[in-house]
Nanobody
Framework: QEQLVESGGGLVQPGGSLRLSCVVS????????VGWFRQAPGKEREGVSC????????YYADSVKGRFTISKDVAANTVYLQLNNLKPEDTAVYYC??????????????????????WGQGTQVTVSS
């Protein structure tokens, strides 16, 4: 059974950092793209970052460029999202999702929730003083 499990969320002050993890099981990361999304209360799910596992190509939403970093550890079947210089507007539930790379050929597809067919349950990130 395929599964994605996020962890690492929490409460942090503005300017602080967190590292989110997305551990996958039931399949290997090769030939997949993994995306991180977030959803704040009353808002639509927003694409944050995306990585192509085989070639390591990464994409970031403008709102997080220079602050967030996506990375992978294929041996550990894990994708990370490092969140630095956090702002209150980063508060949301963060989700990871995966899709076969053949179905994620355009950068724009990385930021569309409908591109991805498998999702984790999410981890809450709250940025507040």
């Amino acid at each position: 059974q395929e599964q994605l499990v996020e962890s690492g969320g929490g409460l942090v002050q503005p300017g602080g950092s967190l590292r989110l993890s997305c551990v996958v099981s039931g399949f290997t990361l090769d030939y997949y793209a993994v995306g991180w999304f977030r959803q704040a209360p009353g808002k639509e799910r927003e694409g944050v970052s995306c990585i192509s596992i085989n070639d390591g190509i990464t994409y970031y939403a403008d709102s997080v460029k220079g602050r967030f970093t996506i990375s992978k550890d294929v041996a550990a079947n894990t994708v990370y999202l490092q969140l630095n210089n956090l702002k209150p507007e980063d508060t949301a539930v963060y989700y990871c999702a995966r899709e076969h790379i053949a179905l994620v050929q355009l950068e724009s597809q990385c930021f569309q929730a409908r591109t991805f067919s498998s999702w984790g349950q999410g981890t809450q990130v709250t940025v507040s003083s």
